[in-house]
């Protein structure tokens, strides 16, 4: 499918190329092949990224190994042969995790003669010849795109607020946790690990600067009209949620209000997320559906 959410749109005033009927003919055709070659390419490297992810992910993890048996080298004596042979082994692994890496990073670079910004020229390229040629389609076209423009904004300032939502939650979760912990083992828990009451009033402060972060991206969202009235709804709600967390977490905390009001926030807020991603998944579809829909246009004028 035609990557064209950049939204270069083809200008009005855009004359294009003049053709004759086989010229036409060719130009779409070097154009098309182009487009193919270069979303080849695209796909490959995008194959290519996601195996050099795992071999990074790997060789991490080997590290991991080999720092914990080397630590163990000196802690276990008793165990030296076993695990410097061991060590061996997993240096081994990693220098042929490390080569695999270094071959795909050679791949790339031999992929990388089209780049996206190369393929969204030859598409606008196409569309410029497309509308010189059909010129009562652009109404058509601007349609299509300005919609699509519209549809990618509301998803993005979707996943905007999902973002910070999830920040917020991920606080709240780390702050109940540390709750627990002092639940579970009382006085031990100021004498092992991280203090608690340090881990909650770090969350606190987190809470005040993410439900500050969020109130006013919702407002400026709301200011530009983008969304139905269903996310509007779900909008509301969370304005008003979130300044009564943003309220509380500026106020002496306690394990009490840990356990009543921010446990009660964290579902409360939980399912707020889980409507907002609901319609995030809507406005992918909508979005699919206006990239066919383009797609289906060209290829009329195309061939």
């Known amino acids: 499918m035609l990557n064209l959410r950049s939204y270069l749109i083809v200008g009005s005033k855009s004359k294009g190329k003049v053709l004759m009927e086989g010229d036409l003919e060719g130009e779409i055709e070097r154009l098309k092949l182009e487009i193919e070659k270069a979303e080849r390419a695209q796909l490959k490297r995008d194959s290519l990224l996601g195996n050099r992810e795992e071999l990074e992910e790997e060789a991490n993890r080997i590290r991991g190994e080999i720092e914990e048996d080397t630590l163990d080298m000196y802690r276990k004596p008793e165990e030296l042969e076993v695990l410097a042979k061991h060590v061996e082994e997993q240096h081994d692994l990693l220098e042929q995790t490390l080569q695999r890496k270094r071959d795909i990073d050679h791949l790339l670079d031999s992929w990388d003669n089209y780049t996206l910004d190369d393929r969204i020229l030859l598409e606008k390229e196409l569309i410029g010849v497309i509308l010189?040629?059909?010129?009562?389609?652009?109404?058509?076209?601007?349609?299509?795109?300005?919609t699509l423009k519209l549809t990618v904004e509301h998803r993005q300032q979707l996943l905007d607020v999902s973002r910070l939502c999830t920040q917020l939650i991920e606080a709240l979760e780390v702050m109940i946790a540390a709750r627990q912990t002092v639940k579970r083992r009382g006085l031990l828990s100021y004498l092992i690990g991280p203090n608690p009451n340090g881990i909650i009033s770090q969350q606190m402060e987190k809470i005040e600067k993410f439900t500050e972060m969020t109130i006013f991206a919702l407002e400026k969202h709301a200011q530009q009209g983008l969304h139905n009235k269903s996310v509007q709804k779900i909008q509301a709600d969370l304005v008003i949620f979130l300044n009564s967390l943003h309220e509380h977490s500026k106020k002496r905390w306690g394990f009490g209000k840990i356990d009543t009001t921010f446990a009660k926030a964290f579902l409360e807020l939980t399912a707020l997320h889980a409507m907002l991603a609901e319609h995030i998944c809507y406005a992918s579809e909508a979005e699919d559906l206006l990239d066919k829909k383009l797609h289906v246009w060209m290829q009329t004028y195309t061939g």
């Open 132 to 146: 010189s040629q059909h010129p009562d389609q652009r109404p058509t076209y601007e349609h299509i795109i300005s």
